[in-house]
């Protein structure tokens, strides 16, 4: 068993940035994929981006240039910087990660973009 557990989400105003982090519970030698999601009020649960085993990684295109995620081997962290914030930014952020055949996800912490 895997637990995830985020930290870093919070109100900023849009233009501003955040540092997203999860915190896995095993080494993060042993997950292969890890990524990020998002569920918006009123919409699907969609994915923000994901770190691949092999070093490389993928974005949601509307975050592109904005957000940057990135692992921490010695922290056994995933990190995900956001810059550039919007308001449709506004969402419950969830950590993801993948070992052998199972999934795990982290309880989620609230980003929100606004004045």
């Known amino acids: 068993q895997v637990q995830l557990e985020e930290s870093g989400g919070g109100l900023v105003q849009p233009g501003g940035s955040l540092r997203l982090s999860c915190l896995s519970s095993i080494s993060i030698f042993r997950l292969t994929d890890m990524g990020w999601y998002r569920r918006a009020p009123g919409k699907e649960r969609e994915l923000v981006a994901m770190?691949?085993?092999?070093?490389?990684?993928k974005y949601a295109d509307s975050v592109k240039g904005r957000f940057t995620i990135s692992r921490d081997r010695d922290k056994n962290t995933v990190s995900l910087q956001m810059n550039s914030l919007k308001p449709e930014d506004t969402a419950v952020y969830f950590c993801?990660?993948?070992?052998?055949?199972?999934?795990?996800w982290g309880q989620g912490t609230q980003v929100t973009v606004g004045k």
């Open positions: 770190s691949f085993r092999y070093g490389s990684s």
């Open positions: 993801y990660a993948v070992a052998g055949v199972d999934e795990y």
